[in-house]
C-alpha cells in the first residue's frame, strides 16, 4: 500500500514540475504549483502513518502546507489579476512589469 501511495504523489508532483515548466499561462503554473504541494502533502501524511500510526506530526505539518498554499493562490491570483487589468494578458513570456 505504500507503495502505491508514494507512486501517486510521484506521479502527481512530476505532472506539477512538467506543467510548471512548460506552462506560458500564469493560472495554469499556479495549478501546477498547487499539485505539487498536495504532492508533498500526500508524502507527509503517509509517512507520518507509516512509521508512527499514533502521533499526528505529518497531518499537522500538512495543514500548515495548506495555509501556506492558500495564501500562496490568493496572493497569485491577485497578481494575475492586477497583470491582466495592465496588459490584457496572463502570458508568462510576455511578463516583464518588474524589469528596471
Known sequence: ML???LNLS?????IGIFGLITS???VRALMCLELI????????????NFIDNLQI?????SIFVL???AAE???GLSLVLAIYRNK?????????LLKW
Open 37 to 48: 504541494f498536495n504532492a508533498v502533502n500526500i508524502n507527509l501524511i503517509t509517512f507520518s
Open 88 to 96: 490584457k494578458s496572463t502570458r508568462i513570456d510576455q511578463f516583464n
Open 57 to 61: 506530526k505529518g497531518e499537522i505539518f
Open 73 to 75: 493562490a490568493t496572493i
Open 67 to 69: 495555509s501556506i498554499a
Open 3 to 5: 507503495e502505491h501511495i
Open 24 to 26: 506560458r499561462n500564469m
Open 10 to 14: 510521484a506521479f502527481l508532483f512530476c
